[in-house]
């Protein structure tokens, strides 16, 4: 038997589940060598909700973030990416999703982590077409990593899972990631889906779970007795609750055994240590709780621990606190109506707020959102099983109105116009890394884009730079620099 090879989280899901993405680069850095040499299958350290994170909240570039990544680790840096959706909650075109791909692995992705929320492979195609082609662009080696989306209910069966495999293997992927976001893999479960993973392909299979149910550890080591090639593993301090289990738990626990992970659990004790301190300044800094309950109750409700707190919310804000019982009764079944897709972004807000909608307004889809609906008409692509006609019903959705092709098909192309709207709001130089960041997160970006060029002016001495020195430093910046030499 081979020994289990593990990829480490703590760069970013771990952080992502626990402290909301608001890890920064600056507490990464002391630390990546020592991660480097730990001799990791992977380190995950980009996609996901970072992008987002870097731009929206921490003020960093995640392209320069990604640059300053891989100048430091020889390790593979691998990313989540969801496919046509990219880092972001609609599809976006195809020349967007390929250009987005080849980018980040010019920038040095290594494993190209790729899933689709319904488990629409045609969802897959672009984003896996353009990352197989990267691999002949780069000088680094690049993986493509296919995921089915695990989860439960409806014509969700081991059997079904083990035939998505087969079409994703024929996509051309590498390896195959069983990506269970909720923490609902049961453990003599993982051992069957395993096994019969292994029977439909001789890709190797990589298991991704969180904690939130309590299955995590005990999902791995049946997974590991099956035959599974790599996990996901989180550091201590950023390991468990809606988190990856610990890594070093999870090596002390193979240790001497034929799954032997032959690596040092001493030499993470020092990382760790660093890391908790981190976790202590992010808590601090963002007033974050920084700990998540283990829930036996996500077996029922089956949506991701992170975006329970935020339904809440929604209950609290209207008055409704005692609403909460009915609001997880609630998600099954709009969930069912729906043809029961996973709930991972971005299905698990679009079925969450339908079901805080039906709570409060005390009707079912009397009030429906315009993403429910676009759900529903196979916007986002195809879900497991039809959509209930009753739901089509109140949402006014004709036949007519069903898309049944893939959906980024009826997308014109987008680069040349994110550009277009780039220059017209006083970016025509932008790169097309910025293009990208504008693309998939507009008014975000185009702040992020004024705030550093504001920081840029103060560095050349501009002491309170007004809107017409950004202009003209964006405008032209090496002209800009000899101006303001002279003033």
Request: glycine residues 6%; hydrophobic residues 40%.
């Amino acid at each position: 038997m081979a020994k289990v090879k593990i990829t480490e989280t703590v760069l970013r899901d771990g952080h992502q589940s626990l402290l909301a993405t608001r890890m920064r680069l600056s507490q990464m850095l002391p630390q990546l060598e020592a991660l480097d040499a730990i001799g990791y299958k992977s380190l995950e350290a980009w996609g996901g909700a970072t992008f987002d994170s870097c731009l929206r909240f921490l003020d960093e570039d995640p392209w320069e973030r990604l640059d300053t990544l891989k100048a430091h680790l020889k390790t593979p840096i691998q990313m989540l990416l969801r496919g046509q959706n990219l880092l972001g909650y609609y599809q976006y075109p195809d020349d967007v999703v390929r250009a987005f791909v080849k980018k980040a692995a010019q920038h040095g992705i290594g494993v190209f982590r790729i899933f689709d929320a319904l488990n629409d492979t045609r969802n897959l195609q672009t984003a896996v077409e353009a990352a197989k082609e990267a691999k002949n662009e780069v000088e680094h080696s690049v993986e493509v990593q296919g995921c089915l989306v695990y989860t439960v209910g409806g014509p969700h069966t081991t059997d079904e899972f083990a035939e998505l495999a087969k079409k994703l293997d024929a996509m051309g992927v590498d390896s195959i990631c069983i990506k269970d976001m909720s923490g609902l893999l049961e453990p003599y479960v993982a051992y069957d889906l395993v096994k019969k993973l292994k029977a439909a392909t001789k890709l190797p299979i990589q298991l991704h779970t969180h904690y939130t149910s309590g299955f995590g550890s005990m999902a791995y080591l049946k997974a590991i007795e099956a035959g599974v090639d790599v996990i996901d593993c989180a550091l201590s301090p950023f390991a468990l609750d809606t988190s990856q289990p610990c890594t070093e738990t999870m090596v002390a626990a193979l240790e001497g055994t034929e799954y032997d992970t032959g690596l040092d659990r001493k030499a993470m004790t020092p990382i760790a240590k660093h890391f908790l301190g981190v976790k202590k300044e992010i808590i601090d800094e963002f007033g974050l709780k920084g700990y998540f309950d283990v829930n036996p109750n996500v077996l029922d409700f089956q949506i991701p621990g992170g975006m329970l707190s935020n339904l809440v919310n929604q209950l609290k804000e209207a008055g409704m606190e005692d609403k909460y019982q009915e609001l997880l009764d609630e998600m099954p079944r709009v969930r069912a109506d729906l043809g029961y897709p996973p709930l991972v972004t971005p299905s698990s807000q679009i079925v969450g707020t339908m079901a805080t909608f039906n709570v409060m307004t005390g009707e079912r889809y009397k009030m429906v959102p315009k993403e429910f609906k676009e759900l529903a008409s196979g916007r986002f692509g195809r879900t497991p099983e039809p959509v209930k006609q009753e739901v089509l019903d109140k949402c006014g959705i004709k036949p007519e109105d069903m898309i049944t092709c893939r959906p980024a098909d009826l997308l014109e192309p987008g680069m040349e116009k994110y550009k277009a709207e780039l220059a017209a709001k006083g970016f025509p130089n932008a790169s097309e890394e910025d293009v990208l960041s504008y693309a998939l997160f507009p008014a975000v970006a185009e702040e992020f884009f004024k705030k550093r060029t504001v920081k840029q002016l103060k560095a050349l001495g501009v002491a309170n730079p007004t809107a017409e020195d950004v202009l003209l430093f964006n405008l032209d910046a090496e002209v800009a620099k000899k101006f303001f030499a002279a003033k």
